[in-house]
């Protein structure tokens, strides 16, 4: 049996995936042509770092709110390797390091996407990294407020890379299928 709390997050969980899934299958299925990059694949490369940079900024913001705090709260100005640090420190530490994790795991999954999928898939790339910047500050929004509050947010900052890692891993499994058939095909069948 699960506890108000775990309900609250798996509702918040599934709301937060299925409007990821709605938002990539919509940028793969019907991609806005403006967010296509150029047939070259440093192009889809590119492009991929460009969308990132909205992850990166998540990242800064979360660092910036962190030292604004240090600087004007004594206890806390050392920093959280010379002291314990106050709840506040300790807070924006941990939306830090949730932020952190998942910035890096956006970027290489955004990276692998790009490198991977078709030019016609590139426009899940912008769409995963708006999803990001939602989920973080549905994330930051509603971390103070618990697990059930924050689900949301978390799961729209990490379903994309996990449905995009998905969907890499077997596009990529198809194609060495398909350079295996071609292999044998090459060798007179005999494989």
Not at 14 to 24: F, K, N, P, Q, W
Not at 95 to 118: D, F, K, R, Y
């Amino acid at each position: 049996m699960l506890t108000e709390k775990q309900r609250g997050v798996l509702r918040g969980m599934v709301a937060g995936l299925l409007t990821t899934l709605v938002a990539i299958t919509l940028a793969v299925v019907a991609p806005p042509l403006i967010l296509l990059p150029g047939q070259e694949a440093t192009a889809v490369l590119v492009q991929a770092l460009k969308w990132d940079v909205l992850l990166a900024a998540c990242l800064t913001v979360n660092i910036g709110m962190l030292a604004r705090h240090r600087f004007f709260t004594p206890a806390d100005i050392d920093g959280g390797g010379l002291s314990q640090g106050t709840s506040e420190a300790q807070l924006l530490q941990s939306i830090l390091q949730n932020t952190l994790e998942q910035a890096v795991l956006g970027l290489s999954v955004h990276l692998i996407w790009a490198a991977a999928m078709p030019r016609t898939w590139q426009a899940a790339v912008p769409a995963a990294a708006m999803l990001f910047v939602l989920g973080r500050l549905l994330f930051w929004r509603g971390y103070m407020r618990g697990a059930p509050h924050r689900a949301l947010g978390f799961a729209q900052a990490r379903g994309h890379a996990r449905m995009t890692t998905l969907s890499a891993i077997e596009a990529a499994a198809v194609r060495a299928g398909a350079v295996y058939r071609a292999a044998c095909r090459d060798l007179g069948g005999c494989c």
